[in-house]
C-alpha cells in the first residue's frame, strides 16, 4: 500500500526557467540599452549571474518583481576589481568563461565546492582553439579559471557531447571573434541560447544539429518574460501523476521541444499531461500543464531524448520507483558530472528506501512497483536530488528525511511551500 497521501490539487505557477533567466541577464548586459525581465528566477544560481554582472560593470536592479539591466553594449564590460565568484551554478562558469575570453582584460572565476569538482576541460579546449587564453588553477580542468582575455577566432567544433553549456560558451565567445563559429553536436542541447542571441539582435543559423553566429552584432535592450521552468516543473508533474484521485494545473510553463522530454517520457509511461493555453514569448512556447493522476508502467529511455531531459532524471527515477515494470535510463553518463554524480546518488538513495534498482555507466535499471519505506536521504547539497525525494515522500510508507534540503534554493526556492499547500501536509 502506499502512504495515505490525500489527492493533490491546486494551481501553481511555475519559477522561472533557470537557463533563460541566466542568459537573459548575460545578453541585456552586452546589449546597448536597457532590457526588462519578468518573472525571473530568484534562485541563488541566477543571482549568482547577477553579481557576476554587477562585477563587471553593469548596473543591475532587482525588485523582485522585475530585473532591469542597464546594458552597456557588447565591448562594455569592464575589468573586475575581485574574482567572480559563481557559486553552485555550472551555467554562469561556462557560459561567462565564453563572454570573458574576448575581453580585454584578465579575470578569474571560482564557485563552491561543487563547481571545482565539475569538468571545465570541455570548454578549455574549444576556446583555447579560438585563441583563448583559459587555464585551470588548479591544474585538474576545474575552477577556479584564470582567463587572459585575447583576440579569438571562429571555428567549426564538432562537441562530442550535446551540451547546451559547452554550445553556448563557444557561440558567446564567438560574438567577439574574427569570423563566423558554429557548433556541431551529436544530439541536438537546449536552444535557449539561440533563441535568445536571435532576439536581441544577433545574426544565427540552426540547421539539423549545428548553430553558427557571426560575430560582432548590435545588441539591442529588450523586454523578457521568463517562462515556467519545465525542469521545476517535473516534481509536481511526478506528483500529479503518481498520487491517486491528483489534479494539478501548472502555469505557463515552457515547453521548448529541446527541453520536454519529461512530457514525452511521462506520456510514454502512461501519464496523463494535457496541454492548454499554448502560447510563444520571445521565441519560446509555453503552455498551462493539466496533470491527472494515472498507473505509470516502466519504459526505456535514451538516445536524443536525453539532452532533452537531463535535469529530469532525478525524478523520473522516481517515477519509475513507483511505477509498474522496468525502467531503462542509458545514455545519461552527464549524470555523473552534475552537482553530484546523480546516477550513484539516486541509487544509493532509491535502494535504501527498499527500491530495486542497478546503475550502470550510463544510467540506471529500476524495477518498480514495489512499496517503498521511509529513511533518512542524503542529497548530496544538489538541488534535484533534494527536491525528487520530497516528491517520493508523498508515496512511501513512512516518513522520509532528506539531509541539507535547503539546497532548494538553487534553483526552487518556494519549493516546499508549493509543496505543502497542494499537499495540505507540513511534513516538509
Not at 38 to 58: M, P
Not at 255 to 269: E, F, H, Q, S, Y
Not at 288 to 305: Q, W
Not at 321 to 342: H, M
Request: charged residues 20%; glycine residues 10%.
Amino acid at each position: 500500500m502506499l502512504k495515505n497521501t490525500a489527492p493533490l490539487k491546486g494551481e501553481i505557477t511555475i519559477p522561472g526557467d533557470k537557463s533563460i533567466s541566466h542568459r537573459a541577464v548575460m545578453l541585456g548586459s552586452l546589449a546597448k540599452g536597457t532590457t526588462e525581465i519578468t518573472h525571473f528566477l530568484q534562485g541563488e544560481d541566477c543571482l549568482s549571474t547577477i553579481s557576476c554582472f554587477r562585477k563587471l560593470g553593469i548596473s543591475i536592479e532587482n525588485t523582485n518583481e522585475r530585473i532591469l539591466i542597464h546594458g552597456k553594449g557588447l565591448h562594455g564590460l569592464s575589468a573586475p576589481s575581485e574574482i567572480l565568484d559563481c557559486g553552485n551554478s555550472g551555467t554562469t562558469t561556462r557560459l561567462l568563461s565564453g563572454i570573458l575570453c574576448g575581453q580585454p582584460f584578465s579575470s578569474t572565476l571560482t564557485g563552491d565546492d561543487s563547481i571545482q569538482r565539475r569538468p571545465m576541460k570541455r570548454i578549455i579546449d574549444p576556446l583555447s582553439q579560438m585563441g583563448a587564453d583559459i587555464r585551470s588553477l588548479k591544474q585538474n580542468f576545474c575552477a577556479p579559471l584564470s582567463i587572459e582575455g585575447k583576440k579569438l577566432t571562429g571555428i567549426q567544433y564538432n562537441s562530442p557531447i550535446a551540451s547546451a553549456q559547452v554550445k553556448s560558451a563557444i557561440l558567446l565567445a564567438g560574438l567577439y571573434a574574427d569570423g563566423g563559429t558554429s557548433v556541431t553536436e551529436p544530439y541536438v542541447s537546449r536552444n535557449h541560447s539561440e533563441i535568445m542571441l536571435a532576439h536581441f539582435g544577433a545574426h544565427v543559423t540552426c540547421t539539423e544539429h549545428t548553430a553558427a553566429v557571426s560575430p560582432e552584432p548590435l545588441l539591442e535592450g529588450r523586454s523578457i518574460k521568463v517562462p515556467g521552468d519545465i525542469s521545476s516543473a517535473a516534481y509536481f508533474i511526478a506528483a500529479g501523476l503518481l498520487v491517486p484521485g491528483s489534479e494539478l494545473l501548472l502555469k505557463h510553463v515552457g515547453i521548448n521541444p529541446t527541453r520536454d522530454g519529461i512530457l514525452k517520457v511521462a506520456r510514454a509511461m502512461g501519464g496523463d499531461i494535457q496541454l492548454i493555453n499554448e502560447n510563444a514569448e520571445n521565441g519560446e512556447p509555453t503552455a498551462d500543464l493539466l496533470i491527472r493522476s494515472a498507473s505509470l508502467k516502466g519504459t526505456t529511455i535514451g538516445g536524443e531524448l536525453i539532452p532533452t531531459l537531463i535535469d529530469e532524471i532525478p525524478i523520473i527515477a522516481v517515477m519509475a520507483a513507483f511505477a509498474e515494470g522496468t525502467t531503462i535510463i542509458k545514455d545519461a553518463a552527464e549524470l555523473k558530472v552534475k552537482e553530484s554524480d546523480r546516477i550513484q546518488v539516486m541509487t544509493d538513495n532509491l535502494r535504501l528506501l527498499g527500491c530495486e534498482i542497478e546503475p550502470t555507466e550510463d544510467g540506471m535499471i529500476i524495477h518498480g512497483g514495489k512499496p517503498l519505506h521511509g529513511g533518512t536521504v542524503d542529497s548530496h547539497k544538489d538541488h534535484r536530488i533534494a527536491m525528487s525525494f520530497a516528491i517520493a515522500s508523498l508515496l512511501t510508507e513512512g516518513p522520509v528525511t532528506i539531509r541539507d534540503k535547503e539546497c532548494v534554493q538553487i534553483s526552487f526556492p518556494e519549493f516546499y511551500e508549493v509543496l505543502e499547500k497542494i499537499s495540505g501536509s507540513s511534513a516538509f
